[in-house]
């Protein structure tokens, strides 16, 4: 039993080697890509609205109002990082109900990829914000003695956040996997619907940790930036 | 009974640990997760107002907490299907 699609080859041309995760990655890119290129196409200002401009605006507030309430802050600037994020994982983890889909996100290469760049985008949004000695000042509040432990933290949650998705997509693949040699005919169909939520509540998670890792870099901490005062709502 | 080679014992040893991990490493967040929820249930029955706050809130706390059961159970999947030094083992023994 493969505990990874990584190790599921398609085909092979030289060097290059087409495994499952690679496949079904690009897979899940080109089906958003496509959903939302064909949906954006008669986008409108005047106020009527196509079914496909309806479903779009919904997703995308639903997005902005989530992270608002929970950062804080003006949801603007995060919104296509943590919104990208989402919307990834959630359908990478939703299509696993279609037969011979292996989710891309049940390998550890797909997720360490997705937590690297969480990783290389906080500092990003708090550079951005603060400005470089800002950012980097704030790795030791309130005080110097902080710092092993904060710059010990950025990466451990790096991990933690690579090991959890992989951690919950591979155990519900491999549950349905040895389940299926137990008691084929019904039990997997539950435990598959189970799988579905897990993979739901997984993306969100996701993208609300990543969320609130990049809330955290761009708050007001200190009282050299706490003049200038919070960004405006709206 | 026959000898057992180290072959042998790193499967036994392996699988009796992997087995270890899970059960130990599950204690803990089911009982910290049994916390967090009924702390959460006590606090929307007291503020019926808050329930999506605390709820999201709750989410996201529960998925911190599990990880540290998630990671004994990734533990355990490596020393059963990708056991390192059963690998090591079988590749110098040549087969």
Known sequence: ?234 | MAELTGLDWIGIVSIIMASVAVSVGSIAPALAEGRAIAQALASIAQQPDEANAISRTLFIGLAIIESSGIYCFVIAIVLIFANPFWNALLSSAGG
């Open chain 1, 1 to 234: 039993m493969d505990i990874t699609p990584d190790q599921l080859i398609y085909g092979r041309w030289g060097p290059f080697t087409l495994n499952a995760t690679l496949l079904w990655t690009w897979g899940v890119m080109a089906l958003l890509v496509a959903f939302s290129w064909a949906l954006s196409r008669g986008i409108r200002s005047d106020g009527t609205l196509t079914r496909g401009q309806n479903v779009l605006e919904a997703i995308v507030s639903l997005i902005l109002d989530q992270i608002r309430e929970v950062s804080g802050q003006r949801p603007e600037p995060m919104l296509p990082f943590v919104g990208t994020l989402f919307l990834f994982i959630l359908t990478a983890n939703l299509l696993s109900i279609l037969p011979g889909y292996q989710p891309p996100t049940s390998s550890l290469s797909t997720t360490a990829a997705l937590a690297i760049s969480v990783f290389v985008a906080v500092p990003a949004f708090g550079i951005r914000r603060h400005g470089l000695r800002g950012y980097l000042r704030q790795y030791a509040q309130p005080s110097l003695f902080i710092l092993p432990f904060t710059i010990m933290g950025e990466f451990s949650r790096t991990l933690a956040l690579a090991l959890r998705l992989f951690g919950n997509m591979m155990s519900g693949t491999v549950m349905v996997a040895l389940l299926l040699s137990l008691a084929p005919l019904f039990f997997p169909a539950i435990m598959q619907a189970f799988g579905l939520l897990i993979g739901a509540i997984q993306a969100y998670i996701f993208a609300m940790l990543a969320m609130v890792y990049i809330a955290s870099a761009t708050r007001v901490h200190d009282e050299a930036t706490a003049r200038t005062g919070p960004l405006p709502e709206e």
